[in-house]
């Protein structure tokens, strides 16, 4: 009952807000039930997922969405990719693949227990810069999932900062996230200027928050390098999985990320239409994986695919997507327009922030998609804009780290989490994820305002 007062004010706010900022009706209603939404979401997190489809009637019912449009804004895409990658994950977990990975990964590093996580951490940014968040996470939560049962330790801990590793990883190549690929087509940006702008940022952004997460978390650290050292001090338990179904797994797995790395290159031999293989990949592996399981497939589909995130990722893309429609985000494009001027370091500060902020309770795909345009237009008003691009690469990742519906990967992780019977609260996340946000963002922006002069 305590968080009812709190949450009819913030939307007695925002409600206000809107209308003292001048929006229209229509426009308040938007705002009115995507606050709502997202208030119930961040404060009754259990209950998500009647919020969501509460909030969709009513921005139905209020004709601030028609269903045309709710359905191109769901994202379909992206439910697919994840439908087809927790079939294959699911396939994998069947037949032990990341219980023995990680015993061996145990094996090899008991020596110097301490380095194992962040390791780990490493190896989150590594997958995510080099697939994709969302696959990264698919295959980094598993391990991390059956790394805690095994030592028998907290999960929460050592997932959040796996998840921010991931979200952090995302900003370092153009393949690491969509919003990626959306920035590098509208600014003409390379692969290779990812390496030289992004990836440095990135990897200095994992060092401090590798730094900031050993001392906020240093307990469950201590009690994981114990754990790790312990675990290392016995053999490796081979009899539980067969050889002929390890090998299976690992070629199946290697398969899906060898084709998710090298999809484009794939698309441009086969004079495919871009990211047709994003898809078809993880189809072709999920169809394999059913195929592989034989009289159990259907059981792999229903109980490994997590149907109640999902459902939520349609709502709520398609409540984000109604601000766009009835053009609310128009509305703050031309504040800020109104606002930077030409001023190149305002300018930077004012779209790493903004895009940071946003990200961390809408879609970054759509906050990206909004400030694009913006960007576009300082251009040709004769604002430098080398930097913002990389300023908005980074607001759209790294602020995402801040809440747990900030991006993609934090929903799909805490959504595994749960399957294993662990509630996550809001507030649980929003202190490490503050913790690593602003420092992060603050390097960020002082790396990007340093080398002003570079970027031209």
């Known amino acids: 009952m305590r ?13 206000l807000g809107s209308a003292g900022a001048g929006l229209e009706g229509r426009q308040i209603l938007s705002v009115s039930i995507f606050l709502g939404f997202i208030l119930g979401t961040l404060f009754y997190w259990p209950f998500r997922l009647a919020f969501a489809l509460v909030g969709i009637t009513l921005l139905l019912a209020g004709q601030v969405i028609d269903i045309p449009h709710l359905v191109e804004f769901a994202n379909l895409d992206i439910i697919l990719f994840l439908v087809a990658m927790m079939i294959v994950i699911g396939f994998l977990e ?45 295959f980094m939560t598993s391990l991390t999932l059956h790394l805690t049962r095994r030592l028998k330790l907290e999960p929460f801990p050592f997932l959040i900062m796996i998840v921010l ?71 490796v338990e081979e009899g539980r999985v067969s050889a002929k179904e390890f090998r299976t797994a690992g070629i199946l797995f290697l398969l899906t990320i060898g084709g ?83 001023n190149p370091a305002l300018l930077l500060a004012l779209i790493l922030g903004l895009s940071a902020i946003l990200t961390a309770f809408l879609d970054n795909i759509l906050v990206v998609a909004t400030f694009i345009p913006i960007i576009a237009d300082l ?21 995402g780290n801040a809440t747990m519906i900030g991006s993609t990967a934090n929903i799909v992780a805490i959504g595994m989490l749960e399957k294993e019977k662990y509630p996550v609260r809001f507030a649980q996340w929003l202190g490490p994820g503050l913790a690593v946000t602003l420092p992060t963002l603050a390097l960020a922006f002082l790396l990007l305002l340093l080398q002003l002069p570079l970027l031209k």
Do not use: C
């Open 379 to 399: 251009g040709a008003a004769g604002a430098p804009t080398a930097s913002l691009w990389w300023g908005l690469l980074f607001g759209g990742t790294l602020g």
């Open 260 to 342: 998710l790395i090298l999809h484009h290159q794939a698309e441009h031999l086969l004079h495919l239409p871009k990211n047709t293989l994003l898809l078809g990949v993880p189809f072709l592996m999920a169809g394999t994986a059913l195929l592989l399981e034989q009289d159990k497939a259907r059981e792999l589909v229903e109980k490994r695919v997590d149907w109640w995130t999902l459902t939520f990722f349609i709502l709520l893309f398609a409540s984000v997507g109604t601000l766009r429609y009835v053009g609310v985000t128009d509305r703050i494009a031309q504040g800020l327009t109104a606002v930077a001027g030409t």
């Open 94 to 138: 069947n037949r032990k693949f990341f219980e023995v990975v990680l015993e061996r990964m145990l094996d090899a590093i008991s020596h110097r227990p301490r380095l194992f996580f962040p390791a780990m951490m490493a190896l989150a940014m590594l997958t995510a810069a080099l697939v994709d968040e969302v696959t990264s996470i698919l």
């Open 165 to 235: 590793a991931t979200n952090i990883g995302s900003s370092a190549t153009v393949v690491g996230n969509p919003i990626g690929v959306l920035i590098a087509l509208r600014a003409g940006l390379s692969f290779a200027d990812f390496l030289r702008w992004a990836t440095p940022v990135s990897v200095l952004s994992l060092g401090l928050a590798i730094g900031i997460l050993s001392i906020y978390y240093r307990k469950p650290l201590a009690a994981m390098a114990e754990g790790v050292r312990k675990a290392g001090e016995k053999a």
């Open 3 to 15: 968080k009812l007062p709190w949450f009819f004010g913030i939307l007695a706010a925002g409600i």
